[in-house]
Structure formats: structure tokens, C-alpha cells
């Protein structure tokens, strides 16, 4: 039965019906993905996202997944939707991944299907997931590597493929594109575990599915006019408090101009100048002075840009909205042409969705005075097997990705969080169990770094230490920020420390660094620090102690006030996904 369309404005009510209506709708979709997949990356470290899209592409609602996926989603959305135009039939399903077609990096996948309306034939919604797949090719196991200096070493890259035309599932062109089209480029592989791959994207197809049929249902409950009209709603509800928002920070600061710039760890200036029209409620971001395009993989598609800004201005509101479309209305965002944030088509770009996105984040929060800088960095790493040897030939084997949680920033009124994955990343760690039962690997170490934090009237929270052993020769690469410029405390708060990736190595004598027999030099392990970007072909007993960074402190200490980080409570509690899985088998 079709409810009658509010004659005057939006019920507030119905309005705060349909945003959970359409979260739940992606929640859904999340739940079905986890559930279907399986891979460690996806079913258990929860890197993906699920969206809910308008006829024009815009984002409408999500659940809580991955925030630098869901403010980039909407470009990829667009992008098939311009490319394809009244083409698409129902039944139809659309791959892509190329940050040229408004992806983020190469392994975060985009599946996309169209919503018909079963009575015009014409798109009402679009469904999309995006998924972080482990190994899509490249020159190292885990597609992220950290000495890459164009895309064509990141792996498979796909502007658009139809993965299903019509209801059928085009294997024989998947194959094409994640296994031969990336091992024609020198020294690079094709997918290294395409078996998994593929299982993981049928998953997101099926996910993007699940989604279809809920959309349709609240359809049948409300009428398309009533559902389409409420999507507007939301949209403006979310443009209107941050149009509030925007005055109401000109309005504490004094003035309506604000500046902020922090450094990448190779000194690149991320700059941004904010000025804001406190009559209209809007702003203007402009990055101008940001550095240029670096030869390394820490460029930042646009796409990525977008994604940091409405994650800010999402998280500085007070208010329970669905993050969509709507956040950015009021905001103009300028990026300078040839610069970090606004690379050339084939410059590498690993980096900059899972770091350089970080520093945009931090250098907005810091122009907004909002909090202290978080870690600043998802510690990546990457490690496993085979790829072409010496000789070209392809080795079929794995590879394995995680990022690594840190401290999070302090700010005006609340101390920092120890050990949390911050702002623009939301994924899981590998819980240490599935870890080792799947991979040649130990934990010899996994918990709270203690001091890490800045200290100040709201301390920082600490970064962590987590220490692999590894039970094979395999090749170990890390990615990583902060390493050179420690995250920054606000108002008078201090500094938190910087991460560190240290290589315990095992002396042998092929490598020539065993002494001779009549030393008196100390046979241990050797301990070298790799710095922030590295790839080492590690042997069996080699560690890797990675350190992440902690938050920044907000505001000076009081008198009185013990330079102490805040007291930890040590309580076990059961955690993770065997943990979530008993829960949810206990409610039945």
C-alpha cells in the first residue's frame, strides 16, 4: 500500500524511517558479502563497503564500512553511468577499479548493478559494494607495493568490464583482465590466487543482489514517488547541517579564512586554505600549494580527495544522518592540475588511498581545529609467494594484506583512542588465530605500545606493536607514513611518537653475515630498521617488528596533572569474528 506523498516538507518521522530504511539496506548487503566470500581480507578483516546510489549517481545512504570507499564509490558510479548510458538491461552487472574511472587503488573492486524499476524499465538506484581483493597482480605478492612508480606495477587495472551480461558471468573475460592483461607488463604477474578472486566478487555480485530485492521491497511498501522523494530528503537534510555546521565554525573561530598544511614523510606539502561564506553556509577548499606528482605511489586520485573531505565533514557533525551526496553540496573542492592530489593517468597510486588520504584528513581536521592528528597511517603490509621468477616465468602462489591500527588524536574534551584503526579506514586486523592456521606465519607480539601517545590536558591514544615470524622464505613489504613526522598535538599539546618498522634477521652464511670463526662478535640476530617503504625477501626465522604511531595530545597539561598516559584496564574480553559468530548463533 502506497503511502500519500507530505504535502508540505518532509515528516520528520518518515524522514528518520527511510534513512535507517536505506542504511539497513546496505547492511544487508554487508552482511550477505561477509557471509558469502572467503577470503581472510573480506570475510574476516571486513575490508569492503556496501552503498545505496541514486539515479544520478550520487550517493544516498551506507552502512558503517569503509569511509574513503563510500566518498569515492559515487565517481565509479558516474563514470559507467556516462559510459554505458541507456544500455545497461536489467540483469546486467558492471566491474571497474582504474582510479581514472573513479576507483581508489587497483585492489579495491568495484562491483556495480542497476536498479529497474519493474514497470518503466528505467533505473531507479544504483547497488554497489567494493572490496579490497588481496592479490590482483603486480610486481610483489599482495598488489601493494611499496617501491611501484607507475600503475601498471600495482597490478590489474579495469576501466569497465560487463562481469555479467544479462544474468551470464564472463569468466573467460576475467580471466583476461586479472591474469593476462597485468603479466604482459615487465616483471609483473597476473593475479596470483585468481580462484579467490573470483569467489569474492561472485560474493559482491550476489551482495549488490540482495541489495536489489530490498530496494524493490520498500518500492512495493511506499511507492517509487514516496521512496525517490525521501532519497531527496535525506540528501538535503545532510546539505543543510553542514551549511549549520560551516557557520557555526566561522563563527568560534573569528573568521571566516582558515589555513592548514602538514608534510608527507618525503617532505611533500599537503596545503589547503578554507574560506568560508557564512551567509550561504558553504566553503571553498582549495588545495593550491599542495606538492606535485611524486615518482613514487603516494599520488591521490580525486576521487580519494573527495572521500577524505566528506568524511570531515561528516564526522564534525553532531547530528545521526546517513554519510551521502549531500555533505558536499555546500562545499567546492579545488585541486590543483598536476599535483599529488590530481596525478597523471598512469602515475602509481597505491599509496595515496591508504596514506596520502590520511594526511588529507588530518591537515582538514587540523584547518578546522577540530582534534589532534590521529596515526596518520594504515601500516600496510603485504607479504607471500610466487609472481615470475628471474627468468620471466610465472610461479603460481599467494599473498596476504593487512593494515595495522594505531593511536588516534586527543581532542577538545576526550582523550585519544590505543590501538583503533582511525578516520578514513574502518577494517578489522587479521585476527591472530585465522592468521596462523592459514599462512606460514607466528604473532610473537601483539598489543598496546606503551607511551606512544602525546601527552597533554587529553592525551593521545597509543599506537601498537605487532612482531611476525615468518616460517618460510617469502617476500615481505611494508607501506607506511609517519616514520619521519610524528603526528601532531593541537593547542598546546604534544606530539605523538613516530612508527617504526624494525627487520630481526637471522644470520646465515649465504648472506655473508656470520662472522669468522674467531670472533668474539655477537652471533643474535641483527636488527635493521627498513624505514617506512620496503620490500624484503625475508628467510625462515626472519621477523618484522612493526611499531605504529600514536595520536596527538589536545591542550596543555594542568597543574598538577601527572605526565602519566592514562590508566589502560586489562580485561580480557572475547573478541573478533569467532566471538561475533557465537554471539549471533546465541541469539537464535
Not at 557471509?35 to 571486513?46: A, D, G, M, P, V
Not at 552503498?51 to 569515492?72: E, M, R, T, Y
Not at 592479490?135 to 610483489?140: E, S
Amino acid at each position: 500500500m502506497a503511502i500519500t506523498k507530505p504535502s508540505s516538507g518532509p515528516d520528520p518521522i518518515l524522514l528518520t524511517l527511510f534513512a535507517n530504511r536505506f542504511m539497513s539496506v546496505a547492511e544487508a548487503m554487508g552482511r550477505s558479502l561477509q557471509q558469502t566470500s572467503i577470503s581472510t581480507n573480506i570475510k574476516e578483516r571486513l575490508d569492503f563497503s556496501c552503498a545505496l546510489f541514486a539515479p544520478d549517481g550520487d550517493l544516498v545512504a551506507n552502512a558503517p564500512f569503509i569511509p574513503i570507499h563510500l566518498g569515492s564509490m559515487s565517481f565509479a558510479v558516474k563514470y559507467q553511468m556516462k559510459l554505458y548510458g541507456k544500455e545497461l538491461k536489467d540483469g546486467d552487472v558492471l566491474m571497474t577499479n582504474s582510479p581514472h574511472a573513479g576507483g581508489s587503488h587497483l585492489p579495491d573492486i568495484t562491483i556495480i548493478t542497476p536498479v529497474f524499476d519493474q514497470g518503466s524499465n528505467e533505473i531507479i538506484f544504483f547497488t554497489a559494494s567494493r572490496g579490497h581483493h588481496a592479490d590482483i597482480g603486480g610486481i610483489l605478492p599482495g598488489s601493494m607495493p611499496p617501491t611501484s612508480v607507475n600503475i601498471f606495477e600495482e597490478g590489474a587495472e579495469i576501466v569497465s568490464l560487463k562481469i555479467v551480461d544479462g544474468g551470464v558471468f564472463d569468466k573467460k573475460g576475467l580471466y583476461e583482465y586479472m591474469v593476462d592483461k597485468p603479466a604482459q607488463y615487465p616483471g609483473s604477474s597476473g593475479c596470483r590466487n585468481i580462484k579467490d578472486v573470483e569467489s569474492d566478487l561472485k560474493a559482491q555480485i550476489a551482495a549488490n543482489h540482495k541489495g536489489v530485492q530490498l530496494i524493490r521491497a520498500i518500492v512495493d511498501d511506499y511507492s517509487l514517488e514516496t521512496v525517490q522523494e525521501y532519497m531527496y530528503h535525506i540528501r538535503a537534510n545532510a546539505e543543510n547541517s553542514v551549511r549549520n555546521l560551516l557557520r557555526d565554525v566561522a563563527k568560534r573561530a573569528g573568521t571566516n579564512v582558515l589555513n592548514a598544511v602538514d608534510y608527507l614523510d618525503d617532505g611533500t606539502p599537503i596545503q589547503l586554505r578554507v574560506e568560508i561564506n557564512e551567509e550561504a553556509g558553504s566553503a571553498l577548499l582549495d588545495f593550491e600549494g599542495t606538492g606535485c606528482e611524486v615518482r613514487g605511489n603516494l599520488n591521490a586520485p580525486i576521487s580519494v580527495v573527495h572521500s577524505a573531505v566528506i568524511y570531515c565533514m561528516r564526522a564534525m557533525l553532531n547530528v545521526d544522518i546517513p554519510l551521502n551526496a549531500g555533505c558536499l553540496v555546500p562545499i567546492e573542492i579545488k585541486i590543483p592540475k598536476k599535483s599529488l592530489l590530481s596525478p597523471s593517468r598512469t602515475a602509481a597510486v597505491c599509496g595515496g588511498n591508504v596514506l596520502t588520504s590520511q594526511r588529507i584528513v588530518d591537515v582538514v581536521l587540523k584547518a578546522f581545529h577540530a582534534c589532534a592528528a590521529s596515526q596518520g597511517c594504515t601500516n600496510n603490509l603485504t607479504f607471500g609467494t610466487g609472481g615470475k621468477d628471474k627468468n620471466g616465468v610465472a610461479i603460481a602462489g599467494w599473498g596476504y594484506y593487512e593494515t595495522i591500527a594505531g593511536g588516534s588524536g586527543a581532542g577538545p574534551g576526550w582523550h585519544g583512542t590505543s590501538g583503533v584503526h582511525t578516520h578514513i579506514t574502518n577494517t578489522r586486523i587479521g585476527d591472530v588465530e585465522i592468521l596462523e592456521r592459514r599462512y606460514p606465519v607466528l604473532i610473537h607480539r601483539f598489543g598496546l605500545r606503551p607511551y606512544s601517545s602525546g601527552k597533554g590536558k587529553w592525551n593521545g591514544g597509543d599506537g601498537v606493536i605487532r612482531e611476525f615470524e615468518f616460517m618460510q622464505e617469502m617476500q615481505v613489504s611494508i607501506l607506511s607514513e609517519r616514520r619521519t613526522r610524528a603526528p601532531y598535538g593541537m593547542a598546546g599539546g604534544d606530539p605523538a611518537t613516530m612508527g617504526r618498522n624494525t627487520w630481526i634477521k637471522q644470520r646465515r652464511s649465504k648472506d655473508g653475515d656470520i662472522p669468522e670463526e674467531d670472533s668474539n662478535e655477537d652471533l643474535g640476530p641483527r636488527h635493521i630498521n627498513i624505514g617506512g617503504k620496503a620490500t624484503v625477501f625475508m628467510g625462515k626465522g626472519d621477523r618484522l617488528l612493526i611499531e605504529t604511531p600514536g595520536g596527538g595530545g589536545w591542550g596543555e597539561p594542568e597543574e598538577g596533572q601527572l605526565d602519566t598516559n592514562q590508566e589502560y584496564k586489562h580485561a580480557w574480553e572475547a573478541r573478533g569474528s569467532f566471538a561475533e559468530r557465537a554471539a549471533a548463533q546465541a541469539e537464535f
